[in-house]
């Protein structure tokens, strides 16, 4: 992907961001709005959005390749939540449950995937949603478990396992595993409905982000958070396919996905359940606008590093 691409496509989701916030301000989103954009956004639009996600087309090169990444990104995730559970316990519990899920989960759903694809073609794609298994299966089983209370740990995994997105994950994994082809008519509505995921989501992280007090968003902690998502986390995964010799391809695809900024749902998360939204929003919007020269860096890196 061209330097210029990689912007536009930043650019475009902050202009989005911009209109939610616009709206909020001018009372066309109003709070009871947001709530229906939350329930709206997490109970249908995600779920499509991840269905699709699992539609691939699988051959044993693909497969091998496919396995490599999986086992990475299942590493990885290992490791982002060893991450989650050691370096945020100073912090006020409201703002740890915000920073423990966006560690753990990346806006690499959203904004992953079409750099993969620029960067690697349609096999940088292909990767990249095999990629996303383990984290799609993670945000939506412990990383939902940050923001839930309930009186036991039993009665949390079973709301957990009631979540519209966990439910997506399942039924996306037996077609991806099966090969089963959907209907024309169901594959065209879960296609029009995925095609909206980020739009949407945009429009309401800049409807939450019209109540936050934007002049707080750089604090130390925000700071902290940042470096670890944008610069930590990519380092450790390079560091690991350059010493395991893993494909090129597949090394790029999963240091470029690692460096994804917090992931859009901590802010949507945090609304639904009643956590610090503002908090989740000022992480959201400065790692995400720090990603935009922490990108192209990183792209720059893996050409350099792996060739």
């Keep these: 992907m061209e330097l210029q691409g990689l912007v536009n496509l930043q650019l475009m989701m902050f202009i989005e961001i911009g209109i939610g916030w616009y709206l909020r301000k001018k009372g066309l989103i109003t709070e009871e709005g947001k709530k229906v954009l939350t329930d709206l956004v997490i109970d249908l639009i995600l779920p499509c959005n991840i269905i699709q996600s699992f539609m691939i087309d699988m051959d044993k090169e693909i497969l091998k390749k496919g396995l490599q990444i999986l086992v990475i990104s299942m590493i990885l995730q290992a490791f982002c939540t060893w991450i989650s559970a050691t370096c945020y316990n100073r912090i006020e519990k409201e703002k740890k449950n915000v920073l423990q899920y966006a560690t753990v989960c990346s806006n690499a759903g959203f904004l992953g995937n079409p750099v993969a694809e620029g960067l690697f073609g349609s096999l940088g794609l292909l990767y990249a949603s095999i990629y996303l298994i383990p984290q799609r299966i993670v945000m939506w089983s412990a990383g939902v478990s940050y923001f ?39 594959s065209r509505t879960l296609a029009s409905f995925s095609g909206s995921t980020t739009p949407v989501t945009m429009l309401l992280i800049g409807s939450i982000m019209a109540g936050a007090d934007l002049k707080t968003m750089v604090t130390k902690i925000t700071v902290v958070f940042s470096v670890i998502r944008l610069v930590l986390i990519p380092l450790a995964v390079l560091a690991a396919c350059v010493l395991c010799r893993v494909d090129g391809v597949v090394a790029g695809v999963s240091v470029i996905l690692a460096a994804m900024p917090a992931g859009s749902t901590t802010a949507i998360l945090a609304a639904k359940y009643h956590r610090d939204e503002e908090f989740a929003s000022k992480c959201v919007v400065l790692t995400t606008v720090l990603s935009m020269a922490a990108i192209p860096a990183w792209s720059m890196v893996i050409m350099a590093v792996l060739g």
């Design 148 to 186: 839930t209370e309930s009186p036991s740990k039993k009665e949390v995994v079973k709301k957990v396992l009631r979540h519209p997105c966990i439910i997506a994950v399942e039924i996306g994994l037996v077609l991806m595993m099966t090969q089963i082809r959907l209907p024309g008519f169901l």
